[in-house]
């Protein structure tokens, strides 16, 4: 017998003020047409004052752990992966612990930007695996509107803010028997981490820094990082690209999405696609789209789900799961 890991809960939570194109255009020099052609983004949601990673992260973990119908006391890991953290310390993942009345267990964040939900989800399926962890909540949460560059227009429509939680389970499976998450596949290459960074860091110069991308050369090595890290998840467990029954996909850009999907040969029936009301949310992007189509009744027991992110770093990874 070996143990894996189970979702048995899933979560999300959205700030209620939306941004939409036409209000984009009121502040940098876009249109609605260029952002729609280019992204596919039409608007997004944005944190107000107070309203910060934490909060939105355990709104998202209370719904998840609602849907699993565990309390916060059964949680013995709580993993938070976010790029705009409350404070540079401590962890927004403590914080969320101590918002949850969790007095046991251990709690840190992630951090690999837009892919932080996979490297967060592939860290607590190992410590689960290992048989050290029964019970572990995974959260992806961003306030990236914090840290976007509101003057610079390539940048600051394509971001939002929201968060979204997993909550696993420890089961004892057969060796070789498909349960819960398959395998986790995770991938970075630092020579290329001025392709998107900030410009500041407690660090190096005691800012936090603004969002800086260059989004062609970007794009190029999204398209192509995500279908070999799809093919490695795929081929690891012996099965085909048919066998996919959703595709849920980092939400960067409709076109990015698109690219993934026909190099799969699957149509946009299988993919989650929440790019055109959410925008980019980094880390939460990923658990928001599957939220969304487990409580719409999309992704159902038995289904393949696979998620890829890919983010700066540059990082990229993915997640194949028995539903
Ligand atoms: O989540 C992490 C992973 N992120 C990504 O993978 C993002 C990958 N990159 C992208 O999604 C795309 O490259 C963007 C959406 C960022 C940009 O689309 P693009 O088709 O690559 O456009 P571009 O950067 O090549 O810019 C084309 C033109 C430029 O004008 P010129 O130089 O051709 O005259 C830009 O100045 O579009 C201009 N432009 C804009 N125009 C209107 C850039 N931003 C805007 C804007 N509104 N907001």
């Known amino acids: 017998m070996a143990y894996r890991s189970r979702i048995i809960g899933t979560g999300s939570h959205l700030p209620d003020k939306v941004l939409t194109n036409a209000d984009m255009a009121k502040l940098v020099d876009t249109t609605d047409e260029w952002i729609v052609e280019r992204t596919g983004i039409r608007q997004r949601h944005i944190a ?44 927004t993942a403590t914080k969320v612990q101590a918002m949850l009345g969790m007095e046991n267990g251990a709690a840190f964040d992630v951090q690999a930007v837009c892919s932080g939900f996979v490297y967060a989800l592939a860290t607590a399926d190992n410590f ?35 968060a979204g939680a997993v909550v696993l389970k420890s089961v004892e499976a057969e060796e070789g028997e498909q349960v819960g998450i398959l395998s986790t596949h995770l991938h970075s290459d630092g020579k290329l981490r001025d392709l998107l960074y900030t410009d500041g860091g407690p660090g190096t110069n005691s800012t936090v820094g603004h969002v800086r991308m260059l989004g062609r050369e970007l794009f190029r090595h999204a398209v192509n990082n995500l279908a070999s890290v799809v093919d490695e998840a795929l081929e690891a467990n ?66 393949l789900v696979l998620m890829e992110a890919m983010g700066g770093g540059l990082t990229w990874g993915a997640a194949l799961v028995r539903w």
Do not use: Y
């Not at 910060?52 to 916060?72: D, R």
């Open 128 to 162: 689960i695996r290992s048989g050290q962890v029964k019970h572990a909540l995974v959260i992806g949460a961003e306030v990236f509107s914090r840290i976007v560059d509101w003057a610079d227009r390539s940048t600051c429509v394509l971001f939002g803010d929201g």
């Open 48 to 91: 107000k004052e107070g309203e910060t990673t934490s909060v939105l992260a355990f709104q998202a973990a209370e719904n998840a752990l609602e849907m699993a119908g565990v309390t916060a006391h059964d949680i013995d890991l709580v993993i938070v992966a976010t790029t705009t953290p409350d404070n540079t310390f401590p962890s």
């Open 238 to 303: 012996g099965l085909k690209a048919e066998d996919i029954s959703w595709l849920v996909p980092h939400q960067a850009n409709k076109r990015i999405l698109d690219g993934t999907a026909r190099k799969l040969g699957m149509g946009e029936d299988r993919v989650v696609v929440t790019v055109d009301r959410h925008a980019n949310t980094s880390a939460a992007s990923v658990p928001l789209a599957l939220d969304e189509a487990v409580r719409d009744g999309r992704i159902k027991p038995g289904d």
